[in-house]
């Protein structure tokens, strides 16, 4: 089990980058690599459960082996019974309940300071911006420097500067606010906030830090599906050019483009062809299922086995 | 009223825009021509205003007289730090529509909009 959730860990980043990097479904996408982040976390909880009950149950025959160790002969019950054994591994086991509290204190804090900020950031935003009447919860911010952006809270806000709307049509505007929308009404903060807070908890593990970038590359891909439904592509990459580069961009002229916002923009200007957008589909769609059904299976197939592995005379 | 604070933010441009100092009886005399809206209502936003740090105000006579405790720029500028900070907290909160400016990738978009017919949308 340790072994499986450490060779997703390890080797699934890899995989999941390549069959996610186009986008062409990023929605299955994000699927993929949210199975791997459970079926991980899954298996190493029932690792740990797997490793206490085995060592609840054969505790006592292990301290007694230990105690013969040391002493060379065979120690009498309530030597290996007494508090020399049972403090030390009371104390191991208290230190690492300690440890994972810690950490979900730590990821808990930030998860709410994060929310303070929001709430604070769309409040001032609401009040010091003018309303867009066309778009309900979206304020313009009188500012040069051209952004858009959304902030979730309760309430949640869409901010665009003057700067911004310098840069856009009427279309490519709504094509800015349908993505910003998309994000919130799809709550992709929370996926976001899931991974980075991982990734922080528990630095170092290829899957966390990889899956952290490619959730977040994923989400913006999935808001502009749905920005492109809305307004049509030409106006969102020409939205994507204008307020990536600062300069304002005709819809109708378009052309191909290294980088996230590249990658979003020629996902948009060339789709793949069907054949090809199938067969990612099939490939992402069978990962996510043997992600997801793999900890259960494992715990099936190792039942039997970890039990003979427990009941061998030397242990 | 629609939606979340709009009545705050109405009162806000409206003490922003007034300029000096005004009291509540001015905003609704103001406020009253172009929407139904009950006086004390006016007050108690203005009073939220002032608890929440929006508005200070001083004492004159029976009335108080509130001013902004900063002015719009200056609350637009604060925002725009907040939210172009680059790393801390924010960036995990905020989903900006795209990279900002200044990211070596945007030089590439940057050429790929030069190679782009020199048409402007009016």
């Known amino acids: ?315 | 009223m629609r939606g979340f604070g709009e009545l705050e933010s109405v009162i806000m441009h409206m003490v922003w825009d007034y300029g000096g100092p005004v009291t509540v009886r001015e905003l609704f005399d103001e406020l009253s021509q172009e929407r139904s809206i009950a006086y004390t209502t006016v007050m108690s936003t203005m009073d939220n205003l002032h608890r929440k740090g929006w508005l200070q105000r001083v004492k004159e006579g029976k009335a108080y007289r509130y001013t902004a405790t900063a002015s719009r720029e200056e609350y637009s500028a604060r925002l725009m730090r907040e939210a172009l900070a680059a790393g801390g907290d924010t960036e995990t909160v905020l989903s900006h529509f795209v990279a900002q400016i200044g990211d070596p990738e945007s030089d590439v978009l940057r050429s790929v909009v030069r190679r782009l017919p020199a048409r402007r949308p009016e």
Not at chain 1, 132 to 150: E, H, K, R
Not at chain 1, 280 to 294: D, E, M, P, W
Request: proline letters at 7%.
């Open chain 1, 1 to 315: 089990m340790c072994l499986y959730a450490l060779a997703v860990a390890r080797y699934s980043p890899a995989v999941l980058a390549r069959l996610s990097a186009t986008g062409v479904s990023a929605r299955l996408g994000l699927t993929a690599w949210l199975a791997a982040i459970a079926s991980v976390l899954a298996s190493l909880a029932i690792a740990f459960q797997d490793l206490v009950s085995a060592a609840a149950s054969g505790w006592h025959l292990l301290a007694e082996a230990f105690c013969r160790s040391v002493t060379g002969h065979a120690c009498a019950p309530p030597v290996y019974r007494s508090a020399i054994f049972e403090i030390p591994i009371a104390a191991t086991a208290l230190s690492a309940a300690l440890a994972a509290a810690v950490l979900a204190w730590r990821y808990g804090r930030s998860v709410q300071r994060a929310q303070q900020l929001a709430h604070a950031h769309s409040a001032a935003a609401l009040v010091t911006g003018r309303r867009l009447p066309a778009a309900s919860g979206t304020v313009v911010l009188d500012a040069p420097q051209p952004a858009a952006y959304c902030v979730p809270g309760r309430p949640a806000a869409i901010v665009l500067t003057t700067g911004a709307l310098a840069l856009l049509d009427p279309d490519q505007l709504t094509a800015v606010i349908a993505h910003e929308k998309a994000h919130l009404s799809g709550s992709h903060h929370l996926l976001v906030a899931l991974t980075c807070g991982l990734s922080a908890a528990l630095p170092g593990v290829p899957l966390f830090t990889r899956a952290q970038a490619e959730v977040s590359r994923l989400t913006e891909m999935l808001a502009d599906d749905a920005a492109a439904r809305h307004s049509g592509r030409p106006a969102l990459i020409a939205a994507l050019l204008a307020l990536g580069t600062g300069a304002p961009v005709p819809s109708r002229a378009l052309a191909a483009a290294a980088g996230d916002v590249t990658a979003r923009v020629q996902r948009l200007l060339q789709p793949a062809p069907p054949s090809p957008r199938a067969r990612n589909r099939l490939a992402l769609t069978s990962v996510t299922f043997l992600l997801a059904a793999a900890p259960g299976l494992l715990t099936w197939l190792t039942g039997p086995l970890a039990a003979h592995v427990v009941a061998l005379p030397w242990w």
